[in-house]
């Protein structure tokens, strides 16, 4: 069965550092999107992406956020520059059109920010 | 006011048992999603509704648009049950998944 592939697993950076957190999706999918879930708490939207740039993102995707489909197959988070508060799990999910579609999920990028 | 609530949060249940978990919005929605959490974190999507009913395998799924409601039914429930189940809505406008989450329903099936 086709699936949302994350890379890491588990992310430990220290605050003011960059990451990213990449994000293969399923290879006929054209619209992706990020999530993250704090630890404790629900999780949020924030963005989705389709024909090579966002079509919506959320509040908390300021300008620390970026997104990137670099290769074709691809699909990265970019936080500039870290804070503690960034510390969550971030997820992709990629989904086949617009419309009414069923999205798959990644397993998800631990990110912890120290 | 959460734009998406679920009840029970947490609930125990006896193996072989059937299980309810609700969910209640309170926006105009395209779309209900139920996913499930599993206990390392990987998110599964398990239904999506814009109507009616679906069910797979001993998952039942059923939306009520009228009463902005839905619920999920797990029948003969098993410890392998045991996650986080969460309900999610596309509200009407904005992006294909831009959802709302609710804060889940902490399942454990005890054998």
């Known amino acids: 069965e086709p699936e949302v592939t994350q890379t890491p697993s588990h992310q430990v950076t220290q605050m003011g550092q960059e990451v990213i957190l990449r994000c293969v999706p399923i290879?006929?999918?054209?619209?992706f999107y990020w999530y993250r879930q704090i630890l404790g708490q629900k999780v949020e939207f924030l963005v989705s992406?389709?024909?090579?740039?966002?079509?919506?993102k959320s509040e908390i995707f300021d300008d620390q956020f970026s997104v990137e489909r670099p290769d074709g197959s691809n699909f990265t988070l970019k936080i500039r520059s870290t804070k503690l508060e960034d510390s969550a799990m971030y997820f992709c999910?990629?989904?086949?059109?617009?419309?009414?579609?069923?999205?798959?999920f990644g397993q998800g990028t631990r990110l912890t920010v120290v | 006011k959460n734009e998406v609530e679920q009840s029970p949060q947490n609930l125990t249940a006896q193996e072989g048992e059937f299980i309810t978990i609700n969910c209640s919005y309170s926006?105009?929605?395209?779309?209900l999603h139920w996913l499930q959490q599993h206990p390392g974190g990987g998110i599964v999507s398990l239904f999506m509704?814009?109507?009616g009913k679906k069910k797979h395998g001993r998952l039942i799924a059923t939306i009520n648009i009228q009463e902005k409601h839905s619920s999920l039914h797990i029948t003969a429930s098993h410890p392998r049950d045991s996650a986080v189940y969460i309900c999610?809505?596309?509200?009407?406008?904005?992006?294909?998944?831009?959802?709302?989450f609710g804060k889940g329903t902490k399942l454990s099936v005890k054998p």
């Open positions: 999910a990629s989904s086949t059109g617009a419309g009414v579609r069923e999205a798959f």
């Open positions: 992406f389709y024909n090579n740039e966002i079509s919506e």
């Open positions: 926006v105009g929605i395209s779309a």
């Open positions: 999610a809505v596309k509200n009407y406008g904005g992006s294909q998944g831009n959802l709302i």
């Open positions: 509704l814009s109507s």
């Open positions: 290879s006929n999918h054209l619209y």
